[in-house]
């Protein structure tokens, strides 16, 4: 890790970007987030910040396949009318 991102760990830059892009992706209609990450020690940093966001673990989606070097996360996101269980 660069010092320069040793130097900004902790002062919420990732919970800002996923705030972000949880407006943006409401905004916009999107019924669902879903994401690829790694396991390991290295990524539970990321793990639990997007568990703090109410994403959790699921399935391979789109065209992922499973492997042992991939995570998978799923938020479902208010379509406006209250309901969360529709998938785009």
């Known amino acids: 890790m660069s010092c320069w991102a040793v130097a900004h760990?902790?002062?919420g830059i990732?919970?800002?970007?996923?705030?972000h892009?949880?407006?943006?992706?409401?905004?916009r209609g999107y019924e669902r987030l879903s994401l690829e990450t790694g396991p390991g020690a290295a990524f539970e940093p990321a793990h639990s910040l997007y568990l703090?966001?109410?994403?959790?673990f699921c399935g391979p989606f789109a065209d992922y396949s499973p492997?042992?070097?991939s995570r998978f996360m799923t938020?479902?996101?208010d379509?406006?009318?209250g309901r969360t269980?529709?998938?785009v």
């Open 85 to 87: 269980d529709r998938v």
């Open 79 to 81: 379509s406006g009318d």
């Open 14 to 19: 990732g919970s800002a970007l996923v705030t």
């Open 21 to 27: 892009i949880i407006a943006t992706a409401t905004e």
């Open 67 to 69: 492997g042992e070097f």
């Open 75 to 77: 938020l479902p996101l």
């Open 9 to 11: 760990l902790g002062r």
């Open 52 to 56: 703090k966001f109410g994403f959790e």
